[in-house]
């Protein structure tokens, strides 16, 4: 009879800081789904797209340099 393989799987050292920047994502998608609807108001053509991108310009987030990664 084959016996299974047991693997153990060490996280990397640097999942904590992506934990980080995925929840920091989030939140600011959800602020920004908070706030669409009062700013569509005072702006009636804005799309959320843009809406967004104004979230995630204002936060940590725009500060970093995320085109290494997407590369």
Same mark, same amino acid.
């Given at each position: 009879?084959?016996?299974?393989?047991? +693997? @153990? %799987?060490?996280?990397?050292? !640097? &999942?904590?800081?992506?934990?980080?920047? %995925?929840?920091?994502?989030?939140?600011?998608?959800?602020? &920004?789904?908070? !706030?669409?609807? &009062?700013?569509? @108001?005072?702006?009636?053509?804005?799309s959320?797209?843009?809406?967004?991108? !104004?979230?995630? &310009? /204002?936060?940590d +987030?725009? /500060?970093?340099?995320?085109? @290494?990664?997407r590369?």
């Amino acid at each position: 009879m084959k016996q299974k393989m047991q +693997y @153990a %799987v060490q996280p990397r050292r !640097s &999942a904590p800081p992506r934990n980080k920047q %995925v929840q920091e994502e989030i939140q600011n998608f959800l602020r &920004a789904l908070d !706030s669409y609807p &009062a700013r569509v @108001a005072k702006e009636p053509r804005v799309s959320f797209q843009q809406h967004l991108c !104004s979230i995630f &310009a /204002g936060s940590d +987030y725009a /500060g970093r340099d995320h085109r @290494a990664r997407r590369q």
